[in-house]
C-alpha cells in the first residue's frame, strides 16, 4: 500500500509543526489531532494511510488510542507507528502490544522516520 495521507497525533504544538514540515516535504499529506480522543473522532470521518501516535498526552494516551484504533474492525487496518519520548524497551514492547506497527523515539531523524514509513 503506498502511503499518502498521515494522521499526526501529537499534543505539542512544535512537534505537531516539525512533523508536519518533514512529511510535507516528502510529499505527504497531513492531518493533525491534539490528542488521543480527537484521534479517534477524526477516523470517523478521515481514512489516513498510516497515523503517527505521541504516547504522553492529557486524557487518552497514546497507547490507548493505539490500542482502540487497532481493536475497532473499521480502523484494525491502519498501521500506527508510535512516535514518543518514552525510550525503554519495556515502553517500546508494551506500544508494540498495543497494535503499533513500529516505534520512534523523539527527537524524530527525517531518514529514519521515512525508511519506517517505507518498510510498511
Same mark, same amino acid.
Given at each position: 500500500?503506498?502511503?499518502?495521507?498521515?494522521?499526526?497525533?501529537?499534543?505539542?504544538? /512544535?512537534?505537531?509543526?516539525?512533523?508536519?514540515?518533514? #512529511?510535507?516535504?516528502?510529499?505527504?499529506?497531513?492531518?493533525? &489531532?491534539?490528542?488521543?480522543?480527537?484521534?479517534? *473522532?477524526?477516523?470517523? /470521518? #478521515?481514512?489516513?494511510?498510516?497515523?503517527?501516535?505521541?504516547?504522553?498526552?492529557?486524557?487518552?494516551?497514546?497507547? *490507548?488510542? /493505539?490500542?482502540?484504533?487497532? @481493536?475497532?474492525? &473499521?480502523?484494525?487496518?491502519?498501521?500506527?507507528?508510535?512516535?514518543?519520548?518514552?525510550?525503554? *524497551?519495556?515502553?517500546?514492547?508494551?506500544?508494540?502490544?498495543?497494535?503499533?506497527?513500529?516505534?520512534?523515539? @523523539?527527537?524524530?531523524?527525517?531518514?529514519?522516520?521515512?525508511?519506517?514509513?517505507?518498510?510498511?
Amino acid at each position: 500500500m503506498a502511503i499518502k495521507n498521515i494522521l499526526v497525533v501529537d499534543d505539542s504544538p /512544535t512537534e505537531l509543526h516539525l512533523l508536519q514540515e518533514m #512529511l510535507g516535504r516528502n510529499g505527504f499529506t497531513i492531518a493533525t &489531532a491534539r490528542s488521543g480522543e480527537e484521534s479517534l *473522532e477524526k477516523l470517523k /470521518t #478521515l481514512r489516513p494511510d498510516l497515523i503517527l501516535m505521541d504516547v504522553v498526552m492529557p486524557g487518552m494516551s497514546g497507547f *490507548e488510542a /493505539t490500542r482502540t484504533i487497532s @481493536k475497532n474492525p &473499521a480502523t484494525a487496518g491502519i498501521p500506527i507507528i508510535i512516535c514518543t519520548t518514552k525510550g525503554q *524497551e519495556t515502553d517500546k514492547a508494551w506500544g508494540l502490544r498495543q497494535g503499533a506497527k513500529d516505534y520512534i523515539v @523523539k527527537p524524530v531523524v527525517e531518514s529514519v522516520l521515512l525508511d519506517k514509513i517505507r518498510a510498511l
